[in-house]
């Protein structure tokens, strides 16, 4: 199976004991350092909440994708916010993740190498794959993403 299966991972926000939402997150590796990139939007519960986590689980086994180990990454230490966004304009944040933790599952982050150059070019009726968990969509017992192929349909 390709290796975005294991770069991509179900984002369970949770505030206390309750889970809140879910959303899409993706490991990506830079400079020898790994996070989990997820919107900011999906963050923001944690900036006026005492114990806020995300939880999420990544495979452990390669040919059974229903063994799966569960992360629990606190958002907040010492009153402090344990992830950065670039500013308020951009929809993007990084939770920096110590690579120990996933240690006992399998995943590949994504890096540089994964995206274009600055001068791609793309044209209407090109084909490209969107996946994510829109809405928690997702096989629940193997929690494997959705993977959808979409066409451009307008100029870009």
Do not use: C
Not at 97 to 115: D, H, T, V
Request: without cysteine.
């Amino acid at each position: 199976m390709n290796e975005i299966i294991y770069a991509v991972v179900m984002l369970f926000q949770v505030s206390g004991q309750n889970v809140i939402g879910t959303a899409t997150g993706f490991f990506y590796e830079s400079n020898e350092k790994l996070y989990l990139i997820t919107n900011k939007h999906v963050l923001n519960f944690s900036i006026n909440n005492e114990d806020p986590k995300i939880h999420f689980k990544i495979h452990t086994d390669s040919t059974d994708f229903s063994k799966q180990h569960e992360v629990i990454i606190s958002l907040k230490e010492n009153e402090k916010l344990k992830w950065y966004y670039l500013s308020n304009d951009i929809d993007v944040a990084a939770i920096p993740i110590n690579k120990e933790i996933l240690e006992k599952g399998i995943i590949y982050p994504l890096s540089s190498k994964n995206f274009p150059t600055e001068n791609i070019h793309l044209s209407i009726g090109e084909e490209l794959y969107a996946i994510g968990f829109p809405r928690g969509f997702t096989d629940k017992i193997n929690l494997t993403p959705i993977v959808k192929s979409v066409t451009i349909s307008t100029p870009p």
